[in-house]
């Protein structure tokens, strides 16, 4: 894999030895949303997710790492359809960025999202996209601290 990344920073004249632009991950997972940022879902007081554009239910597989304290905004890759539509390689983001990269297809009224309600399992700690990578996560990176 971090040859293929040093090819496609060569390819685009991207130095590999560049500083990160965040060292918590933000850039990374800004650059997944900007290819996915169609494939978003908010939490519910259900403690499902609803997609935000199409109004569709959505579940975190129990088996991933987020599944324990899920985040309030996600993006992910895909769905997958078995008992529940799971949706598959799922990251956490920040509302405010959904905006920030596609302005095109979000307004700030997609992400007001009455944050008086209160959601199920709020985050008593920030995780660290160390944490998650260390335990064992794959695409399934947790947002430090909102």
Not at 17 to 28: E, N, R, V
Request: glycine content about 6%; some cysteine; proline content about 6%.
């Amino acid at each position: 894999i971090h040859e293929q990344l040093e090819r496609l920073c060569e390819r685009v004249e991207l130095s590999a030895d560049a500083p990160a632009q965040s060292a918590d991950g933000d850039g990374l997972r800004k650059a997944v949303l900007a290819g996915y940022f169609y494939n978003t879902a908010r939490l519910q007081s259900s403690a499902d997710y609803r997609t935000i554009k199409n109004p569709q239910t959505v579940h975190v597989h129990p088996s991933s790492a987020l599944a324990k304290d899920p985040p309030k905004w996600v993006v992910f890759h895909e769905l997958v359809f078995t008992t529940k539509e799971f949706m598959r390689s799922v990251t956490e983001i920040r509302p405010e960025w959904l905006v920030e990269i596609a302005p095109h297809y979000y307004q700030k009224k997609d992400i007001d999202d009455g944050s008086g309600k209160r959601l199920p399992n709020q985050r008593a700690a920030a995780r660290s996209t160390a944490d998650a990578v260390g335990n064992g996560a794959s695409v399934q990176v947790a947002q430090p601290g909102r």
